[in-house]
């Protein structure tokens, strides 16, 4: 029979696998990660035909010649704060996150004609050089969009309302995006 010593280090232990768990899942601050690091669960790619723009390496989406528009499957999102952590491999890479797609997108050019639409490129002034982390927050409150790149305000606007999927378009198959964290932050 164990002694009192080894159940209070067992405790320890437990208590400790328990706060890991739940960090790696939530992402620590109230973050809940969309995005596993290790495959694309809860993600589908519509209008793939053929071969899918999206694939996972080394712990992130990678972009690659193809078609489709990546989707959250898992469930609508409304009011919160969408965090993309993404990098460019070009300044001519062109991307962006769909919000507010009321319906399952069937394809890239229908789930672009619907919702809101936050660029993701190398242009603007708050982005870092290209092949560095870029971290984008999208705080959605109804239709008030509110968008910050690297911690710079760099969009107010309105957009669609209503809780919806979430996507991202992927950029031309000469240019490759990298994206190792994709998370909700609730109010």
Partial sequence: MPDMGENETMRKVLALAVAWVSASAFGGNGWIQLFNGSNLDGWAVAGAS???????DDGSIRTQPGSGLLWYTREKIGDGTLRIIYKLSSPEC????????PSEPNSEVAGGAQGSFVPIDSANDAAKPVGEWNTMDIAMNGAHLRVKLNGVLISDSQGATGAGYVALRHPDART????????????
């Fill in 176 to 187: 490759t995006m990298y994206i190792r964290e994709i998370s909700i932050r609730r109010p």
């Fill in 94 to 101: 062109r991307s962006a996150v769909l919000l507010h797609l």
């Fill in 50 to 56: 053929g071969r899918s723009a999206f694939a996972t």
